[in-house]
């Protein structure tokens, strides 16, 4: 059968860095009131000239020259954002542009902190399904756009950045032992739309809006759900968490991380953790923290590496892949 294996991966963030220190001369906060309860000590904030498609381009070439390709052998690209350039075109199909792609097709995914996971199955879908050869999967953010920087409970908490994958197809056995994309789970439920959300849209106020949270809400739900679907993958594939080499969650929080972890039974040398320098960079998130991890010498050919996020909406979703 054919499997979507992951041959290339790459990374970019904004040149100015911010740190808890910044944030006390802004609102009323502390550094330790920040890492105390969420991990963060940094995070990259995007400049005038710096935006969602810059950075996915950097992202993107530097996933290209780490799978020893050219961008003419890219047939398909998807951008996970929830911060797009403009409301059309997809910024993806900028980026296929600036990349000097003019053929295969391209395509945004709006499904905020979960649209990488989400837009990783949805490649390894069309890759299945023959209609793609190698797949650009791109999730890039600037969230700093929509933050409303006088709200203290949300303000600190995010960050800009990208991160980006190069799958190809690969035939493979059919086995879990098989490199490449192994089994997903996706999921949504909208009756939560209300604990996480920006106050606009073109729709309905003609403006970005800025984004809101309920965090007590989000966090109570959070490892609920995370675990769900990890659960749903691993009985799909008769994996364990004992036999996972690496857990790559999303990186919001790192309570929430944590206790996903021990919920798991996964132990904590496998977490990879990002959030203390990245901050929660939404759909960049995981492919951030992915590309960290292997730029670090840590995820190896041959090792069990399961992905999981979680986002406004709500939307969720785990991928289990042979790296």
Not at 89 to 94: G, L, N
Not at 209 to 220: I, N, S, T, Y
Request: with cysteine; hydrophobic share 45%; charged share 20%.
């Amino acid at each position: 059968m054919i499997r979507s294996v992951l041959v290339g991966v790459g990374s970019a963030l904004p040149r100015r860095v911010m740190t808890n220190k910044d944030f006390e001369k802004l609102v009323d906060t502390s550094d330790e009131w920040i890492v105390q309860r969420t991990g963060i000590q940094q995070r990259h904030v995007a400049g005038d000239d710096e935006t969602t498609v810059t950075l996915g381009e950097a992202a993107a070439r530097a996933a290209i020259e780490n799978a020893g390709l050219k961008p003419e052998d890219i047939d398909l690209i998807i951008l996970a954002t929830a911060t797009p350039n403009n409301t059309f075109p997809a910024s993806s199909v900028e980026i296929q542009n600036r990349l000097g792609i003019h053929h295969g097709f391209a395509f945004d995914i709006q499904a905020v902190c979960s649209g990488f996971v989400y837009a990783i199955s949805v490649a390894d879908l069309h890759i299945k399904a023959g209609q793609a050869k190698r797949a650009l999967v791109i999730g890039s953010e600037t969230f700093s756009r929509i933050l409303d920087w006088s709200d203290r409970t949300t303000s600190v908490l995010f960050g800009d950045g990208a991160g980006a994958v190069v799958l190809e197809a690969q035939e493979g056995e059919g086995t879990v032992d098989d490199r490449g994309i192994l089994a997903s789970s996706l999921r949504s439920d909208g009756a939560h739309k209300e604990k996480l959300f920006v106050d606009g849209g073109p729709s309905t106020t003609g403006t970005v809006g800025h984004l809101r949270m309920q965090g007590r809400e989000v966090f109570k739900h959070a490892v609920g759900m995370i675990t769900d679907v990890i659960v749903d993958v691993f009985a799909k594939t008769g994996i364990t968490a004992e036999q996972l080499d690496w857990f790559v969650p999303h990186q919001a929080n790192k309570r929430i991380i944590d206790a996903s972890a021990k919920k798991l039974g996964i132990s904590e040398e496998k977490v990879v953790i990002t959030v203390h320098k990245h901050g929660n960079t939404s759909a960049a998130s995981v492919p951030l923290a992915l590309a960290t991890a292997v730029a670090e010498g840590k995820i190896k050919k041959g090792d069990l590496v399961m992905l999981e996020a979680m986002g406004g909406g709500f939307t969720w979703g785990a991928v289990l892949l042979r790296w």
